[in-house]
């Protein structure tokens, strides 16, 4: 059942691919970086991005396009803490974003006045694995109310990512969670993922983001 | 694109619910009620079902189908609460359980030795929303940590389902959550789903469950 549902979407996901190698090229050429927010729904990759637009909007001009299934509560969310255009896409069902609507928000995005692009994914830790969107890398969120085996048992996503924060930190002294278990079962399906450790609510760790975004969008030295 | 998708997964659909009117039938005849559980990852799925296993095996013969994209974690830590076998899914990469893998599961349990069959469903508030199970009834399981309007952000899956399990409300005093906002939200996609408030964590709202799946499992007296 499985297989036969991926060999029918073979089609799909190759012209996913070569679009995402459009947005890619686009991207580069511009010097715009790109971060694809990965969770489950409610992990908190909206409350990171509000928090981060609110700190950096000064001196990052960050451009934001994010999906859901229904609503626009992120967008709307987003758009309270800066002055730029958030993109917002509504899948309407579909379990993950796609090359083609980064493609097309893309267009109302004036990439030669923007340092950083975030592409904040519908909430789902299976489905957006699987989408190239043409970004530099994904990162993964999971907090420490989901269990430590998050990583164990979404491998694909973890694998995928360059990087993963653990969220909403805040809550260990209430949740049974061991964080180094959940490092430790990160690092077992992906050694190369390096991790952040947050609390949007309190603002613990977020100054490490912070710098990681600022080292991101640093142009290299003109020749 | 989303269209696109969905088209060339007609046929497999289809079949899908085929199978799931069989599968359905087959419960029927042996007078077994099945709940499928579904909520994102981390939501307490599992935790739920430990605790309910635990309480209620020595009056109700409970039967258990977990899916997971890659692992037996939960099917073991589920194992730890019944003399019963638990039946484990993995799915290598699907978001979502389907009913012939529901039907295959079933080969392995004695339906005229059960009273109550649980499918707990892979972490993912979107896919199983479309993929009938031959279930009575989709339980929606969401927690506290994941802010109030997930409702309306996956808002399939609360209309499917027939039951919500608002989780980890021991954890409402470190989370800004307004548990009337969200009820409000899930009764504005959903006017006719009946609400459960619980913690595994203390056994708070337990009480309520428990004494739903008693009813639920209580024969028509013979005529």
């Not at 975004?213 to 640093?218: D, F, M, N």
Request: overall charge negative; charged content about 25%; proline content about 5%.
């Amino acid at each position: 059942m499985t297989v036969r549902t991926i060999e029918l979407r073979e089609p799909v996901m190759a012209r996913n691919n070569e679009i995402a190698g459009t947005v890619r090229n686009r991207l580069a050429a511009a010097g715009v970086p790109a971060l694809n927010l990965v969770s489950s729904p409610g992990s908190g990759k909206t409350l990171l991005l509000e928090r981060t637009l609110a700190a950096l909007s000064d001196e990052l001009r960050m451009a934001v396009v994010t999906g859901d299934v229904q609503t626009q509560n992120d967008a709307d969310r987003l758009a309270r803490h800066t002055t730029r255009l958030v993109q917002a896409v509504v899948t309407g069902g579909a379990c993950h974003l796609d090359a083609k609507q980064v493609d097309v928000a893309l267009e109302a995005i004036d990439l030669a006045a923007t340092d950083l692009l975030f592409v904040e994914n519908v909430g789902n830790l299976v489905c957006p694995a699987s989408w190239d969107l043409g970004e530099d890398a994904k990162v993964v969120l999971f907090s420490v109310t989901e269990g430590e085996d998050k990583p164990l048992k979404y491998p694909k996503v973890f694998r995928q990512a360059k990087y993963a924060v653990l969220t909403k930190i805040d809550l260990l002294p209430y949740v049974p969670f061991n964080v180094e278990q959940a490092l430790g079962f990160a690092r077992e399906v992906n050694p190369d993922l390096a991790f952040f450790r947050t609390s949007a609510l309190t603002g613990e760790g977020l100054d490490t983001w912070f710098n990681f975004l600022r080292q991101l969008t640093r142009r290299p030295a003109p020749v």
